[in-house]
């Protein structure tokens, strides 16, 4: 059998392996959702806090809560459910057609198929993209987009300070026409429009392990 | 010794002359986390007690500073602009955010002094 350390170190990123941790058989997954290599732990609750523990007793190891979670995530342009992709935006909308496969692609015949189906060959009416604010004001969600007109073109649906990035960052949907990266842009914040423009995502480079 | 006084959404007021400075406080900071921007009003910009003076943006979240009392704008911290940092170093000193010319001196005998205040935040816990 395998050492877990050395089977820990070959697994690449979305593969999972068991492994004992702290007297408790876990499921190690390499997977996560900020960009960074990292792993999901799965254990019997009852073994959870001794494996916590014993990972804090190490010098390298500091706790995080959700807000880190969050900015990391934003950073690395992945979508919060309920805020970036709900039951109103399609996988086209949002760049995520990847997630699409072949079959599906031919045979469609899955919720949605007819508007994804179609949104694939014409382009979407809007489409998901990184924003960054020129000035320091951070946009948060719900803040309005509008172009150099003044006209509304989109919504914020994720947004704040990146603290990798060192500035404000967000992330929303804009009409396809203001999509490309280096548009000009406004962000209506509190009723000041706040000059912006249109990037490429992700803010920080992915960092899995892909072996 | 100079009145200092504390509202229930967390600002401090200190009297300075016939100016009123006001800040946030060392558990507002504690509790925003990393500040990394601050929005201030305009310098002669009249506020009400109460109503919105500012905004204190942390990584976590946005939040408004209300004026603990009524009042024109007489000055306002610029260096928060550059440096939103100094809000969690020093709150209530280099951190401050803006300077009023108060209205009425009586405003400040409705709100908590500084003991007041921190039994308030004991009893929020």
């Known amino acids: 059998?395998?050492?877990p350390e050395g089977e820990v170190a070959r697994l690449g990123f979305i593969t999972a392996a068991e492994v004992v941790l702290g007297g408790s058989k876990c499921l190690l997954a390499r997977?996560?959702?900020?960009?960074?290599?990292?792993f999901e732990i799965s254990l019997p609750a009852a073994g959870a806090a001794a494996v916590a523990e014993m990972l804090l007793a190490r010098p390298e190891v500091r706790p995080i809560g959700l807000g880190a979670r969050d900015s990391l995530r934003l950073e690395a342009g992945l979508c919060l459910y309920g805020h970036d992709i709900d039951e109103t935006t399609t996988p086209i909308e949002a760049t995520l057609a990847?997630?699409?496969?072949n079959r599906r692609r031919a045979e469609g015949g899955f919720p949605g198929?007819?508007?994804?189906l179609r949104q694939l060959a014409e382009g979407a009416p809007r489409i998901r993209v990184g924003i960054r604010p020129d000035g320091p004001a951070?946009?948060?969600?719900?803040?309005?987009?509008?172009?150099?007109v003044?006209?509304?073109v989109g919504r914020v649906t994720s947004g704040g300070f990146g603290p990798s990035t060192g500035g404000p960052i967000a992330m929303g949907y804009v009409d396809r026409r203001h999509a490309a990266a280096g548009t000009p842009l406004a962000l209506l914040v509190r009723g000041t429009a706040r000059p912006a423009h249109v990037v490429r995502l992700p803010f920080v480079p992915h960092r899995y392990y892909r072996g | 010794m100079s009145t200092l006084r504390f509202t229930r959404?967390?600002?401090w007021v200190r009297l300075d002359g016939d100016l009123a400075i006001v800040g946030i406080t060392d558990y507002a900071q504690s509790q925003l986390g990393d500040v990394v921007y601050v929005e201030l009003p305009e310098i002669g910009h009249r506020v009400a007690k109460g109503k919105e003076a500012a905004v204190v943006e942390s990584v976590k979240a946005a939040s408004e500073v209300y004026a603990p009392v009524s009042g024109e704008i007489a000055e306002i911290n610029e260096t928060l602009t550059a440096e939103?940092?100094?809000?969690?170093?020093d709150p209530m000193g280099d951190g401050w955010f803006i300077k009023l010319r108060l209205d009425d001196p009586k405003e400040l005998d409705g709100l908590m002094d500084e003991e007041g205040y921190k039994r308030f935040i004991e009893e929020q816990h």
């Open chain 1, 1 to 3: 059998m395998c050492t």
């Open chain 2, 84 to 89: 939103p940092a100094k809000v969690n170093a």
């Open chain 1, 138 to 148: 951070p946009a948060r969600e719900d803040t309005p987009i509008v172009n150099a």
């Open chain 2, 9 to 11: 959404d967390h600002e």
């Open chain 1, 150 to 152: 003044g006209v509304k």
């Open chain 1, 113 to 116: 198929a007819a508007v994804v």
């Open chain 1, 98 to 101: 990847w997630t699409i496969g």
């Open chain 1, 31 to 38: 997977s996560g959702y900020t960009g960074e290599d990292g």
